[in-house]
Nanobody, 119 residues
Framework: QVQLVESGGGLVQTGGSLRLSCLAS????????MGWYRQAPGKQRELVAL???????SYLDSVKGRFTISRDNAKKTVYLQMNSLKPEDTAVYFC?????????????WGQGTQVTVSS
């Protein structure tokens, strides 16, 4: 079992910045990935950014150049630095952890944190 605790959401004006944090605990695998998803009202949940244990990253096209995902030295905490925020970034942001055990993929989710960007 893996538990995820998120923090850092809030209300910010267009062009502002926020930093989201996600602390993982429990049975952490040596081979894992962590990422951030978001879901706006009435829309599908989408992957915003992903970082793997070796440190490779990928981003949703609409946030490239504005958002940066990173991990701590223990690979148990993931951050999402969000700059130049836009109203369309408004959503609930969810932390995700996944690993592979016995040939199967396991996913765990945080509770979500609200990000609201005002015009």
């Amino acid at each position: 079992q893996v538990q995820l605790v998120e923090s850092g959401g809030g209300l910010v004006q267009t062009g502002g910045s926020l930093r989201l944090s996600c602390l993982a605990s429990g049975s952490i695998s040596s081979f894992n990935g962590m990422g951030w998803y978001r879901q706006a009202p009435g829309k599908q949940r989408e992957l915003v950014a992903l970082i793997m244990s070796p440190g490779s990253t990928s981003y949703l096209d609409s946030v490239k150049g504005r958002f940066t995902i990173s991990r701590d030295n223990a690979k148990k905490t993931v951050y999402l630095q969000m700059n130049s925020l836009k109203p369309e970034d408004t959503a609930v942001y969810f932390c995700n952890y996944f690993d592979y055990r016995g040939g199967n993929k396991y996913d765990y989710w945080g509770q979500g944190t609200q990000v609201t960007v005002s015009s």
